[in-house]
């Protein structure tokens, strides 16, 4: 099993050869967590490759700056200013990018972060502590029509609206400002007999706020074409998600690259029209992947994980 406050990269092995590395490639991280699939890729690219990696949170970047290698850089930042830092770097074109969604074991572990619903701790929820709302002052602000549309949509849960009502009362008559408050205020207003075997009732809510208050999929939506738009011919977009709502961004985004509209039937076309109208991106690499039943045994947190990856083609 893997050991507690460790992060065990999922896909590892996957993720990294999916990049079709090139030792003297330039490859972008764009969530480093803690490092593992950047150790990895440090490992196989030769003295002239290089790796930026991106993190919003201040604790990842400080493991990376430990690195000390001339290769390395990390950036404190969302990978959804990937375009704008690269450009800073002076760099125009990349071979390939790898995002890894989702919440890295270490954050989860720690209770000063909030993020989880097994722990007593404040309730905080960001993934950058140096900035925005917490989930607490959020909690305490938004509407009871605002609580359900943002657990409903990003909790994907069905009992938003008696969850909404119940925090609405309940911050009525104290702050809501603890991991335990909010967690037995959730499972108070689920029926016991429509609660999902083997999850904690506030799985789903927690999962939302924290969705909600990082813009986890504003940023995602953001960051993908800027990743296509970076990356060189041939060069590879790898991404791991970790629930529905990811996977069907990136999902929807690589078919709509690989298969763009058809032309329309039965009018004249110029040239430039026909390019504009065909103007397929990228080619899917490969099946899904998902992890195998040796890597979910030894961590269960890499269940829900799927794997899609695409290359850029040559659109000129």
């Keep these: 099993m893997a050991e507690a406050g460790k992060h065990t990269t999922v896909l590892l092995q996957e993720a990294v050869e999916a990049l079709a590395l090139k030792p003297d490639g330039i490859y972008v991280d764009g969530t480093f967590g803690r490092g593992g699939h950047s150790r990895l890729i440090l490992e196989r690219l030769g003295k002239n490759g290089r790796l930026i990696a991106f993190d919003r949170d201040p604790a990842a970047c400080a493991v990376g700056r430990s690195f000390g290698d001339e290769r390395f850089c990390m950036v404190h930042s969302s990978y959804s200013r990937l375009q704008e830092v690269l450009r800073q770097l002076n760099i125009d074109q990349i071979d390939g990018v790898l995002l890894d969604l989702g919440v890295s074991s270490p954050q989860l572990e720690d209770a000063t972060r909030g993020f989880s619903f097994s722990m007593e701790g404040p309730l905080d929820m960001r993934m950058d502590t140096t900035e925005g709302q917490t989930a607490a002052q959020w909690l305490a602000s938004a509407s009871e029509v605002q609580l359900e549309e943002v657990i409903k949509e990003y909790g994907e849960e069905r009992f938003a609206k008696q969850i909404a009502r119940a925090i609405v009362k309940a911050r009525a ?3 809501l400002v603890t991991t335990g ?5 959730v499972a108070a207003a689920i029926p016991a007999r429509a609660r999902e075997p083997k999850q904690n009732p506030a799985t789903r809510t927690f999962q939302a706020i924290r969705i909600y208050l990082n813009q986890e999929l504003e940023r995602l939506s953001l960051a993908l074409p800027q990743c296509v738009e970076m990356l060189k011919t ?4 790898v991404v791991i998600s970790f629930h529905s709502l990811e996977d069907r961004i990136v999902k929807r985004f690589i078919r709509e690259g690989a298969n763009p509209d058809k032309l329309p039937k039965h009018l004249p076309l110029r040239a430039d029209e026909v390019r504009r109208f065909s103007r397929a991106n990228l080619q899917m690499v490969g099946k899904v992947v998902r992890p ?7 961590n269960p947190r890499a269940r829900s994980a ?3 990856v695409a290359e850029r083609i040559n659109t000129t």
């Design 234 to 237: 041939g060069g590879r977009l």
């Design 292 to 298: 195998g039943v040796a890597e979910v045994e030894c």
């Design 173 to 175: 008559r104290q702050p």
């Design 306 to 308: 799927v794997m899609r």
């Design 181 to 185: 408050q909010l967690a037995a205020i």
